[in-house]
């Protein structure tokens, strides 16, 4: 009973390096998103997909890159690490469907930037 | 002005207590209102929906007031186990999709 599944949970990279969070359902969900939780900010929008193929900007993609190649996973990519980018990511997914309304979250990851 | 505001608290109650949580959204054309509780460290889970008739869990009470564009949660007979933050979430558009708008939330501590 896997659900939302993200890794790594822990990380630290230092400023320029490059890294992928991955992130994977296995409900079948068509919609998936990822977002950052800083303190004082409360959780904010990167990027979403509304299914395999298709990825939109949320309200704060900048330094970041998403791909969606199939239903079931979506990683998020940090291009070039800036200190700005030291929070907790957190992934998300849904279904289109009558419960569509219940996101499910993965349980974190928890990156600093030095 | 934020788009989902919430007192950030902290709250400390007795165990047993009734506490209540308020919250102010800005975009009238939002469709959807849930509470979500977010334990330290842990990821955000539903705690429940809000629907304009108001709704009820057990021992939480969540009301939505369209007019003044709020939305409350109170929390009855308080429980050790309920010390959590509490989240205010808006959701602009009907039907699925999960580009949800989050308040900063608001702590709650139940003490002995």
């Known amino acids: 009973n896997a659900g939302v599944t993200q890794t790594p949970k822990f990380q630290v990279l230092k400023t320029g390096q490059s890294m992928t969070l991955q992130c994977a359902q296995d409900?079948?969900?068509?919609?998936m998103s990822w977002y950052r939780q800083d303190p004082g900010m409360g959780l904010r929008l990167i990027h979403y997909?509304?299914?395999?193929?298709?990825?939109d900007q949320g309200e704060v993609p900048n330094g970041y890159n998403v791909s969606r190649s199939t239903t079931e996973d979506f990683p998020l990519r940090l291009l070039s690490a800036a200190p700005s980018q030291t929070s907790v990511y957190f992934c998300?997914?849904?279904?289109?469907?009558?419960?569509?309304?219940?996101?499910?979250f993965g349980e974190g990851s928890w990156l600093t930037v030095v | 002005r934020k788009e989902v505001e919430q007192d950030p608290g902290p709250f400390n109650v007795p165990e047993g207590a009734t506490v209540a949580f308020n919250c102010t959204y800005s975009?009238?054309?939002?469709?959807?209102f849930f509470w979500y509780r977010q334990d330290c460290r842990k990821e955000p889970k539903l705690l429940m929906s809000?629907?304009?008739s108001g709704n009820e869990d057990g021992r939480f009470t969540a009301q939505l007031n369209r007019a003044s564009q709020y939305i409350s949660l109170l929390i009855r007979d308080s429980k050790l186990s309920d010390s959590a933050t509490y989240l205010c979430?808006?959701?602009?558009?009907?039907?699925?999709?999960?580009?949800?708008?989050f308040g900063t939330g608001t702590q709650l501590k139940v003490e002995l």
């Open positions: 979430v808006v959701k602009p558009f009907t039907g699925g999709g999960n580009k949800l708008t």
């Open positions: 409900m079948n969900h068509e919609y």
């Open positions: 975009n009238s054309a939002s469709q959807s």
């Open positions: 998300a997914s849904s279904s289109q469907g009558p419960s569509g309304n219940t996101i499910y």
């Open positions: 997909s509304v299914g395999a193929g298709i990825t």
């Open positions: 809000v629907y304009s």
